[in-house]
């Protein structure tokens, strides 16, 4: 399952590419309508050169804006176990607070965090799946954002 953010990146992407590329063939028809010699096809001719910058600029944004360039960190990947501990966490979120869990599977050294509320019915030994996607930390160890899919009592 990919994430929405890399799809709606694409289809920006898509969309910013197809106006430069829809401008571009406008205005070279324009300029070739024209005699070479004619005073209009120095404007055109840098028209297209800043279309073409344009274009290099947004694939370059893009580039940068969808960095790490790991899949991990644009799909969700389903993360399933047995629970050996959960502990709840406060976060503050701009000037409110958030609940999240950090929730880690028997045999498996990685934490996983979890932002649903329902979460926190879950008790070490329930058998627990998630649906995880790898989130970069600036300076730090990334960690996996993961949404709550379903959980077996143990009990």
Sequence with gaps: ????NFLWAMFWLALCLAVLGAAWVIFRRVGARLKPDHEDQVPLRWLRKVLALLAVVVV????????PYKWEYHSYQQVAGNVADIS?????????????FAIR??????????????CALIKPGDRLVLRCIREYQWASVSGYGCVFVRYISAT
Aim: with cysteine.
């Design 88 to 100: 709840a966490r406060f976060r503050v979120d701009g000037q409110a607070t958030s609940q999240s």
């Design 60 to 67: 370059a944004g893009f580039a940068i804006g969808l960095w």
């Design 105 to 118: 599977f028997q045999g498996r050294s990685q934490i996983y965090r979890c932002d649903d509320t329902r």
């Design 1 to 4: 399952m990919v994430s929405s």
